[in-house]
């Protein structure tokens, strides 16, 4: 193709996927349309480093201005997409003009889910983060001796917990679940989670669901949790789930399922139209997924490049994750949903140790905490499809890399 690629967005998989064309010497016109005031940049330090004030906004970006023209791409900021033509193969711009496209990307991302105002969720003091004013917003109000409630014990209510508590905050995390990272964890990981927090002075408190939050003048001062009781908060942190941007998707008439539907090659339904990113629900091993993370959005809009640019591999992703609280790093391979087994095993370092997850006996993922060597293991074995002796596996005695061979 040599018509102009139009991208929906300016997040990390919209700036990959450009970025890769041009590595490959893909010479068509592209236009970015982002939302955001600001060029595209690296989201996953905005709970932690940038929140922290240890790395400034303009050490997020991905490239400096200059890159975007001297590539042959024009972004456009402060613009949004608000109608897909999909038989005139074009888009109409929030300013009200209209742009062609031979190749249409949506990298819209997906939204945090947001507190009903009914329960006190527009009032001052209580944030989601998403992009660098949330996080802006939510440094200004982190003083020590301040009291936090985070709603939701997924892994941003948690990394979000650390960061406040580092801060010198009191931290109170709850979740409506019967343990924290539920729905992406096993029970094992969770309980090491569970006691990482708590040995940091975090209340974490399961089961518990929030009734409302009571505002003093316009600002949150206490929540009703659903037990009845009242605990004091200045601010609160909500991390209750994001849900995907795909309403223009919808709109234009394409497939969508709490996400757009692509196929192996990142097509929608229109097959001059792709989806990448949080947005982009992906067949995966009989299933259909959406990857939250930074290694998919790469991962997934680099293999959609090649495409463009004329190959024709199918995305096949090996998910990995991470997630830094405190002093510790959690790596994490493989897709542990359906899992029926779980094994630990205790790492060579003390605090190290790794969750092994099974389904029908079958290695489908690992967790490993502050255990690098785990991780780098379980990860190769997964892309060999590899499933580990289960004996040699529990001896902590067994080289991890004896069980490559």
């Known amino acids: 193709?040599?018509?102009?690629?139009?991208?929906?967005?300016?997040g990390q998989a919209a700036f990959a996927l450009v970025a890769k064309l041009r590595a490959l010497k893909d010479t068509r016109p592209i236009t970015v349309v982002a939302a955001e005031a600001c060029l595209p940049y690296q989201r996953p330090p905005l709970s932690k480093k940038y929140l922290l004030r240890e790395m400034a906004l303009d050490r997020l970006?991905?490239?400096?201005?200059?890159?975007?023209?001297?590539?042959?791409?024009?972004?456009?900021?402060?613009?949004?997409?608000?109608?897909?033509?999909?038989?005139?193969?074009?888009?109409?711009?929030?300013?009200?003009?209209?742009?062609?496209?031979?190749?249409?990307a949506l990298a819209t991302g997906a939204t945090?889910?947001?507190?009903p105002a009914a329960i006190g969720g527009d009032l001052a003091g209580v944030f989601v983060v998403r992009d660098f004013t949330d996080a802006d917003r939510l440094a200004a109000e982190m003083r020590p001796g301040r009291h936090v409630l985070v709603i939701g014990g997924g892994y941003i209510g948690l990394e979000a917990a650390a960061v406040a508590r580092s801060c010198g905050?009191?931290?109170?995390?709850?979740?409506m679940a019967d343990r924290i990272l539920q729905r992406v964890a096993s029970a094992a990981t969770s309980a090491i989670v569970r006691d990482i927090h708590r040995s940091h002075g975090v209340d974490i408190r399961e089961g518990m669901g929030l009734h409302r939050l009571i505002g003093d003048n316009g600002h949150v001062s206490a929540a009703e949790l659903s037990d009845g009781s009242v605990i004091p908060v200045d601010i609160v942190i909500v991390g209750i789930g994001v849900t995907a941007n795909d309403a223009l998707a919808h709109d234009a008439g394409l497939e969508t399922a709490n996400g757009i539907?692509?196929?192996?090659?990142?097509?929608?339904?229109?097959?001059?139209?792709?989806?990448?990113?949080?947005?982009?629900?992906?067949?995966?091993?009989?299933?259909?997924?959406?990857?939250?993370?930074?290694?998919?959005?790469?991962?997934?809009?680099?293999?959609?490049?090649?495409?463009?640019?004329?190959?024709?591999?199918?995305?096949?992703?090996?998910?990995?994750?991470?997630?830094?609280?405190?002093?510790?790093?959690?790596?994490?391979?493989?897709?542990?949903?359906?899992?029926?087994?779980t094994l630990v095993r205790p790492g060579q370092r003390e605090g190290s140790v790794s969750v092994w997850y099974f389904r029908q006996g079958k290695?489908?993922?690992?967790?490993?905490?502050?255990?690098?060597?785990?991780?780098?293991?379980?990860?190769?074995?997964l892309e060999a499809a590899i499933t580990p002796d289960r004996a040699a596996l529990a001896d902590p005695q067994t080289d991890l890399k004896s069980l490559l061979a």
């Not at 945090?112 to 507190?115: A, I, Q, T, V």
């Not at 290695?363 to 074995?381: C, P, Q, R, S």
């Open 1 to 10: 193709m040599t018509g102009r690629l139009v991208v929906v967005g300016g």
């Open 61 to 104: 970006l991905y490239r400096p201005e200059a890159w975007y023209p001297e590539h042959n791409i024009d972004i456009r900021l402060s613009t949004m997409v608000t109608r897909v033509n999909r038989a005139a193969k074009e888009v109409t711009l929030s300013d009200g003009s209209k742009l062609g496209y031979e190749a249409l």
């Open 112 to 115: 945090p889910r947001r507190l």
């Open 169 to 175: 905050l009191d931290v109170t995390v709850i979740e």
């Open 261 to 341: 539907v692509v196929d192996k090659f990142g097509r929608t339904s229109d097959p001059s139209i792709f989806a990448i990113g949080d947005c982009a629900v992906l067949p995966w091993q009989d299933m259909r997924i959406r990857l939250e993370s930074v290694q998919n959005a790469v991962d997934q809009a680099e293999a959609i490049a090649a495409i463009l640019a004329g190959g024709s591999d199918p995305y096949d992703p090996n998910p990995w994750f991470w997630s830094d609280q405190y002093d510790v790093k959690l790596q994490i391979a493989g897709f542990g949903l359906g899992h029926d087994e």
């Open 363 to 381: 290695l489908i993922a690992v967790d490993a905490i502050n255990d690098a060597k785990a991780y780098v293991t379980g990860k190769k074995l």
